[in-house]
């Protein structure tokens, strides 16, 4: 879905079949490329694991978060796609540093409301990313036209 929606705004693009680590897809215009993440859902939110994008140190059953990891990345684009059973699927597009940013935002409040202790399992780093988290991204496709411009002007 997501190449075909890149083709429709003169990208080609190839999705991998899982063998390449991080990336679904490769996006290509005007002899630059980008590298895409996609995450599909049907209903609830993403799950991700917390510590592949913060750093959290554990003292007992306590956690703290002591900010994002590699802050400065940002060459790989995300696109969250929520397929719609009734409704028309929705893309959302957002860059690696500020999905780091909303699971930052998520998991500190989480561990916030818990006093740094996970209720069920306090060795846990499994964090959501919601639809609302993700809607000021929505349709966000200039972002991917953004990412295949700064390689051309670098």
């Known amino acids: 879905?997501?190449?075909?929606?890149?083709?429709?705004?003169?990208?080609?693009?190839?999705?991998?079949?899982?063998?390449?680590?991080?990336?679904?897809?490769?996006?290509?215009?005007?002899?630059?490329?980008?590298?895409i993440q996609v995450k599909a859902w049907r209903a609830?939110?993403?799950?991700?694991?917390?510590k592949q994008y913060l750093n959290i140190t554990q003292d007992g059953n306590v956690q703290t978060v002591?900010?994002?990891?590699?802050?400065?990345?940002?060459n790989l684009t995300f696109v969250f796609v929520k397929i719609g059973n009734e409704e028309p699927d929705r893309f959302f597009l957002l860059s690696e540093f500020d999905l780091s940013t909303i699971i930052e935002e998520n998991y500190?409040?989480?561990?916030?409301?818990?006093?740094?202790i996970r209720p069920r399992n306090s060795q846990t780093t499994h964090c959501s990313v919601t639809e609302d988290n993700l809607l000021p991204h929505l349709d966000n496709w200039a972002l991917v036209e953004s990412a295949l411009n700064e390689k051309n002007s670098s």
């Open 1 to 35: 879905m997501v190449v075909a929606e890149l083709g429709k705004r003169g990208v080609i693009a190839t999705a991998f079949s899982g063998n390449v680590p991080d990336i679904d897809i490769l996006a290509y215009k005007k002899g630059n490329t980008a590298a």
């Open 44 to 50: 609830g939110s993403v799950s991700f694991d917390a």
């Open 66 to 74: 002591h900010g994002v990891k590699n802050r400065n990345t940002g």
């Open 108 to 116: 500190s409040s989480f561990l916030n409301k818990h006093n740094g």
